[in-house]
């Protein structure tokens, strides 16, 4: 699997999101307290764009007029329709059994580990030929 570096975590604030295009594809970035997670930025239900939908919690209830609430930030909804989908995981809890948002592995890392020297610049050969400049490839 290809790996892209698609924002600094300063790009990105806690609780915000950020969107970005990697090989043609719009994903969604989004920051839920230090923890990074991307997602693919149109929602299957109608084709909304997940990356302006807000991360909410998750709402349970065991009888009427009671509710619990859990997994804070964990589950991103729709702006569209308010159909939700686990941040983590992509899964709707819509249509559990039809609907899925494609998640995408998420790392963070130090600049110096993407890129390693010793760097070392490509040359070419450069002539000057009467009055023209050629170079060799």
């Not at 997940?50 to 859990?70: D, K, T, W």
């Given at each position: 699997m290809a790996r892209h570096v698609v924002a600094t975590t300063g790009e990105i604030?806690?609780?915000?999101?950020?969107?970005?295009?990697?090989?043609?594809?719009?994903?969604?970035?989004?920051?839920?307290?230090?923890e990074y997670f991307a997602i693919s930025n149109t929602c299957p239900h109608a084709g909304g764009?997940?990356?302006?939908?807000?991360?909410?919690?998750?709402?349970?209830?065991?009888?009427?007029?009671?509710?619990?609430?859990?997994?804070?930030?964990?589950?991103?909804q729709c702006p569209w329709h308010g159909w939700e989908f686990d941040i983590r995981t992509g899964q709707s809890w819509c249509d559990p059994e039809s609907f899925r948002a494609r998640a995408y592995q998420v790392t963070v890392e130090p600049g110096e580990t993407l890129a390693k020297g010793p760097y070392v610049a490509e040359t070419f050969p450069v002539a000057v030929e009467g009055e023209y400049v050629v170079v060799e490839f």
């Open positions: 604030a806690p609780g915000s999101s950020k969107l970005v295009t990697v090989r043609g594809r719009s994903v969604a970035l989004f920051n839920r307290d230090g764009s997940l990356c302006h939908g807000a991360l909410v919690s998750l709402v349970q209830s065991s009888r009427p007029g009671q509710y619990e609430l859990s997994r804070r930030g964990e589950m991103l």
